[in-house]
């Protein structure tokens, strides 16, 4: 949720 708050809907599970 810092650096994968753009492609969280595609890489929600290591999006951090």
């Known amino acids: 949720w810092g650096c994968g ?4 809907a595609s890489d929600w599970k290591t999006a951090d």
């Open 5 to 8: 708050t753009f492609i969280w």
